[in-house]
């Protein structure tokens, strides 16, 4: 048994807003897979809960009328990885949370859950900031969108309103079209791991292989949420890509990092890893684009 | 606070049951409790270990991280499903048996259930990729070799493919 005070379950967005409201303490269960674990190790013992994972509507990936690619947040992670949508226009997602735990941990872990929670690790969040996705919440006064770097407030602290769920994760288009990109997650081990640093890096290329027109990288674990790099890719965009361009890119990153000691790794060693990953993802992103590091 | 119930309705090894249940109970509580399936068993309790793992609506998932409330409507397989009317045991099970897949026996039930999950995809697994699919189990006894062997040899002879180990 959990310790639990009490349980709603809602079977609608309409529902889960009205629990809300009508029960400020609770909080929100969506797969639990984070909040069943930490009531049983009691840092949420006694509470109550508004169970959301029952609204089938916030399941499953669509492209919504401006071709933006919608992912509802109960979506599990294995679902997200086999969506032919997700294959197609941002495999990389697919490819990250492949990563999360083990397989009975995708398939019950969410994209909302893992955002939510404001977990600087979390295996999404890296690709969702190099994505700009944005964060779609539903409240008393209907829906509110933000971009995910906007989301994150500080570490395990999102925003989200008292009377808001978040209902999706919108990736636009202009974000996904012709656009490649590769996620490398350090661990100590392949599976059931949290990440040491977690690295996302898409591209796009001209018409001719030639030049970076555009190149995001974010981290996980490099800060207390997962930020961005202006400095590195400052240094790509509009750069042919290259050895050399892959190895100041890489450099460019130290500006914009910020991890720290912890008993997984020493900042000194997430640094260095850093580098690396940038570089590897960089390089693996311009092949997966059709390019080559000349 | 009193206790909080719901009756939950569902499919469990192919019969439709029905039971009060309490809001506090995880799915591994239920099964064990309420319809005594104790191949479903209590490992680490917190999604670690793969002890606890059933098939819902054909998908793995550890039911101790899973509220029993959630089980309404759905289809649940447990290892006791996987018997035959006469008691045979299913080919999975067998080559448990032969590879020597098995020492206490306490992770078995919950990697037999991952096994059947993979097998039903009816795809043919690299060695790679099956590794993968079997990594939310941990066996204290084995040391996971066999285990894999008994998963692999099941999955080629499904495709009626001679097996090189
Ligand atoms: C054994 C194990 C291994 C794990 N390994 C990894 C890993 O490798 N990588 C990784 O990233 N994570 C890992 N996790 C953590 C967890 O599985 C993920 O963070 C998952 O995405 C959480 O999703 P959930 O639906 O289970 O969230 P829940 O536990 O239901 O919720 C998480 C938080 O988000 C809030 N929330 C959830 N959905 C919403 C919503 N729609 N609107 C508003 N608030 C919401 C909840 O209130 C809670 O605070 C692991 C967990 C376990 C138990
Ligand atoms: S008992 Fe459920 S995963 Fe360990
Ligand atoms: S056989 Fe003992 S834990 Fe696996």
Known sequence: MYDMKALYEASSVEEAVALRVAHPEAQIIAGGSDVLVQMREGRRAGKELISIYGIDALRGVSLDAEEALRIGSLTSFSHITRDPLIQKYCNVLGEAVDQVGSPQIRNIGTIGGNTCNGVTSADSAST????????????????????IKDFYIKAGQVDIKPD????????????????????????????????TLGCSVNVRLSADKRTIERCRIAYGVAGPVPMRCPSAEAAANGAAPSK?????????????????DSWRASKAFRQHIAVEMAKRALTRAVELAGGEMA | MSAQYKLVHCTINGKEVEKMVDVRASL?????????????????????????NVLINGEAFNSCIYLAVWAEGKDIRTLEGLL?????????????????????????????????????TGKLYTDEELRKLLSGHLCRCTGYENIFRAVKKTMYRRHGKAIDF
């Not at chain 1, 050399?244 to 720290?260: M, T």
């Not at chain 2, 064990?32 to 670690?48: A, F, I």
């Not at chain 2, 080919?91 to 098995?102: G, N, P, R, Y």
């Open chain 1, 128 to 147: 969702l900031h190099a994505y700009e996705a944005i964060v779609e919440l539903t409240g008393q006064n209907g829906v509110r969108r933000l971009p």
């Open chain 1, 164 to 195: 808001e769920i978040q209902t999706a994760i919108l990736i636009p288009k202009a974000s996904w079209e012709n656009t490649f990109g590769h996620y490398i997650k350090y661990g100590l081990r392949n599976a059931m791991e949290i990440a």
């Open chain 1, 244 to 260: 050399a361009l892959a190895e100041r890119f890489a450099r460019a990153v130290i500006d914009d990092i910020n991890p720290r």
């Open chain 2, 28 to 52: 591994t509580d239920m099964l064990r409790n309420d319809y005594h399936l104790t191949s479903v068993k209590k490992g680490c309790e917190v999604g670690e270990c793969g002890a606890c």
């Open chain 2, 84 to 120: 035959s009317p006469d008691g045979e045991l299913s080919d999975i099970q067998k080559a448990f048996v032969e590879e020597t897949a098995i020492q206490c026996g306490f992770c078995t039930p919950g990697f037999i259930m991952t096994a059947v999950e993979i097998l039903e």
